[in-house]
């Protein structure tokens, strides 16, 4: 038998980020400046308001920003 | 949604040296290109093998395929987007994204090859919370059913579909994009439009969202 899914995880995925958010596009565009300023300690987030958002609401933006994170930050593949 | 702008910024020396090879000619731009086909290959590589355990029916040479596919594909963008590099990161994770981007499109697209598109709730009455105090699930067992209520009555039938299709059922947004030949972009509109209209229905209606959501 498959594991339910959480109510409150099902809840936050038709809802959405309640902060306002950038959309798929200008997260791509901006996407390696966040990542570089991640892997350098700064904040993000001051710089690129609206994409930490984004990445909550939309789960490929999601999976490229960590994919991309791993990958500039040196991690192995799985 | 908010639209965000980046300033240009002093390029470092690496990416600098890889803007010049890129823009010279002859064997010192044949030389450039062939080392950024090397480095996008190497993301899209990475790209396969973090999402290989969920893809068992692709055999390694399918993903090798896959692969150079994407590499190819980003390095077409790469070299057409050249001036829109504005230095705002390094070169190399500027030109890592588009290798990941094309590998993850492609893995997405080749999950759900030959797969229906599911457009219409296949999960209500499945969730369960557990964790929670009885009177805490019963009060949002009552949210999810003015959810679901909201949803047939405030969302137009585009908006529905599309919010069923990515946020329940979990379909990726650019195979969703494809198979409606639309953009990701313009779908990811639709959703943030229709998760709008449903926390201001839900707030009109009286009903308490919790800060997380």
């Given amino acids: 038998m498959s594991e339910r899914p959480d109510l409150k995880q099902a809840l936050g995925r038709l809802l959405g980020p309640a902060a306002p958010e950038i959309g798929c596009d200008e997260c791509f565009e901006r996407l390696d400046e966040y990542v570089d300023l991640e892997l350098a300690g700064q904040d993000p987030d001051t710089v690129i308001p609206g994409l930490r958002a984004h990445l909550d609401g939309c789960p490929a933006c999601r999976e490229e920003h960590e994919s991309l994170r791993a ?5 192995q593949a799985l | 949604m ?3 702008t980046a300033s240009p910024r002093q390029l470092d020396s690496e990416s600098r040296e890889w803007l010049r090879g890129l823009r010279a000619t002859g064997a010192e731009r044949d030389e450039a290109v062939a080392r950024l086909h090397a480095l996008l290959l190497r993301a899209a590589r990475f790209e396969v093998a973090r999402r290989r355990p969920s893809l068992p029916h692709l055999r390694g040479n399918d993903l090798d395929e896959v692969a150079l596919q994407a590499a190819d594909d980003a390095l077409m963008s790469v070299l057409a987007r050249l001036d829109d590099f504005r230095g705002a990161s390094r070169f190399t994770t500027w030109a890592y994204k588009f290798g990941l981007l094309e590998a993850a499109v ?4 080749r999950a ?11 999960t209500w009455g499945l969730f369960t919370s557990a964790s929670l105090e009885p009177d805490e699930q019963a009060e949002q067992s009552e949210l999810l059913s003015t959810l679901q209520r909201a949803i047939d009555s405030v969302l137009t039938a585009h908006q529905r579909r599309v919010l069923v299709a990515l946020a329940l059922n979990g379909v990726p947004i650019d195979v969703l994009a494809e198979r409606l030949n639309t953009s ?3 779908l990811y509109k639709t959703l943030h439009d229709a998760r ?3 926390r201001k229905h839900l707030e009109e209606s009286g009903m308490t969202l919790e800060e997380e959501l």
């Fill in chain 2, 184 to 186: 990701r972009g313009a």
């Fill in chain 2, 112 to 122: 759900w090859q030959g797969r229906e598109i599911p457009l219409e709730p296949e």
């Fill in chain 2, 196 to 198: 709008r209209k449903l």
């Fill in chain 2, 2 to 4: 908010k639209a965000a």
């Fill in chain 2, 106 to 109: 492609k893995l997405r697209r």
């Fill in chain 1, 71 to 75: 990958l500039v930050g040196g991690k």
